[in-house]
C-alpha cells in the first residue's frame, strides 16, 4: 500500500522521481509501474493500471443522464493519461497537470493506500491546517465507518 509523505522535486523536462518505496508497492503488489495519472481540484492523483481499472468499473455505473456525473466525469477523466517510470523511476508529469496544480519545481507526494496524490507544497500546507482545525468533526463522522459498523441515517 501506498504510504507516506515524501517532497521531491521535478526536473527541468517536469519529471518526477517516484520515492523508492512507491515503486516497491508498485513492483511487489501490483508486478508492474504503469500508472495513470490525473487531476482533482486540488493535486494530482496516481494510480496503478489495475487501480484504475476497478475504479473506472464504478464510472461506469454513474448515471450519464445526471448533469453532475457526466462534469465529474469530463474533469476527472479528460485529463488522464497513462504512463510508465523510466529507468531511473521518473514519471513525466504533462504541462497541463502541472499547471492545473501550480507547481513548477518542488511537490509533495502523499500515499493514500491504492494511490498516491501529488500535491502543491503551499496548498497541501493550507489543506493540512483546515483539517487540523476540524479534525474531532471529521474524526466524529468517520468513526462509525473505522469501527466496522455503519453510521446511523438521521
Known sequence: MF??????????KGRLSLP???REVLRVRYG??????TNMPECL???????WKKLEERLL??????????????YFLGSAEECEPD????????QTLREEIQVEREVVLL???????IWNPKALFERFEKIKSNFDDILQVL????????????
Open 3 to 12: 504510504r507516506g509523505k515524501f517532497k521531491h522535486n521535478l526536473d527541468e
Open 20 to 22: 523508492s518505496k512507491f
Open 32 to 37: 508492474t509501474e504503469t500508472l495513470i495519472i
Open 45 to 51: 492523483v496516481v494510480y496503478p493500471v489495475s487501480e
Open 61 to 74: 455505473n454513474l448515471p450519464f443522464g445526471m448533469r453532475e456525473a457526466r462534469e465529474f466525469l469530463r
Open 87 to 94: 529507468k531511473q523511476g521518473r514519471i513525466l508529469i504533462p
Open 111 to 117: 500515499g493514500m493506500l491504492t494511490y498516491f496524490e
Open 143 to 154: 468513526n462509525p465507518y473505522l469501527e466496522g459498523g455503519r453510521p446511523v441515517s438521521s
